[in-house]
């Protein structure tokens, strides 16, 4: 009897030691697929971070190139016969201002200076005594912005 108990003591342990067993790999297979789950997880994540970054980097270059198109397409000789500096100033022919021409070769090589002066941060440089006719005039300068300034000189300045 005594041995019975132990061999039905023994299947029993078989028995029990194999339902542990098979938890056991219950347990590790849920274990990989939490893991395989997390790698997934973070492989999208991952993508879909890079994909955000991507398209910032679009959008800003996009944003860039509309403003540098914004800055390409002011034009000084537009700004220049619609802003009223035509009535007194023409290309080579000295009327109430100096000549472009002669604010052209004033300025030459201080394209900043000519820059500072529409913006009334200058000084008079080519007909200072005459700078009492141009100040009222320089509120329309002061109005424009930096680029259109910019634009202003550049056209002013290729009136050589």
Request: aromatic share 4%; charged share 30%.
């Amino acid at each position: 009897m005594k041995k019975l108990g132990l061999l039905m003591l023994a299947v029993l342990m078989i028995g029990l030691s194999s339902c542990g067993g098979d938890n056991a790999n219950k347990a590790k297979d849920a274990a990989n697929n939490a893991v395989e789950a997390t790698k997934d997880a973070a492989k999208d994540a991952a993508e879909a971070t890079k994909d955000a970054a991507k398209e910032a980097v679009d959008a800003t270059k996009e944003a860039a190139k509309d403003a540098t198109d914004a800055v390409a397409s002011v034009d000084g000789k537009s700004l220049f016969l619609n802003n009223g500096c035509v009535a007194c100033h023409q290309i080579d022919k000295k009327t109430v201002g100096p000549t472009v021409k002669a604010i052209a070769a004033a300025y030459a090589g201080k394209k900043d200076d000519l820059v500072k002066f529409l913006k009334g941060e200058g000084k008079a440089v080519v007909d200072p005594a005459n700078f009492a006719v141009m100040q009222p005039n320089l509120a329309t300068t002061k109005k424009l912005s930096d680029a259109e300034r910019a634009a202003l000189a550049d056209y002013i300045l290729s009136n050589k």
